[in-house]
C-alpha cells in the first residue's frame, strides 16, 4: 500500500494562492454619510445617486425600501431624493446601513459584491466573491 504523507501547511498555501485577490482584499466598504437640507416640511438627499451606486443596487430598490422603513412618501429628483416629511440625518443614515445589512453585504464574507436573484419565487443575495447564497427575509 503506498502511502504519500500530506503536509497541511503545504496544502494551505497552495488553496491561498488559488483564491481570486477580491476575497483576500481587506478593503473597508464604507457608505456615504447622507447630505441633504430639510426644504419646509420635506427633506432633501443631495447625495442619493452615489449612496445607490455605492451599495450597487437601483435607486428604486433604495427608494422603495426608505419609502417603507421611513414611512413616508418620496421621489427621485434627477440625482436627489425629496421625502415628503422632515426627518433626521442620523436616522435616514441608520436605515441605509440596515438596507445594506440585509440586501448588499454578504452573511459569510462580509463583502459588498453581491447580486440579488430571483430562484423559484424566492429572492436569494448571491456572493460573487465566496459564492455563498442566502435568502432574503422581506422582499424589495
Sequence with gaps: MLMTEFNYDKILSRARDKLPEKVLSKDRFEIPKVRGHIQGVKTIISNFNQIASTLGREQQQLLKYLQRELATPAEIDG????????????????????????????VECGKPDTK??????IFTLKCTVCGAKHPIRSKI
Design 79 to 106: 440625482p436627489r431624493l425629496v421625502l415628503g416629511r422632515k426627518i433626521s440625518a442620523s436616522l435616514i443614515n441608520a436605515k441605509i446601513e440596515q438596507f445594506a445589512k440585509e440586501y448588499v453585504l454578504c
Design 116 to 121: 440579488i436573484m430571483k430562484e423559484e419565487n
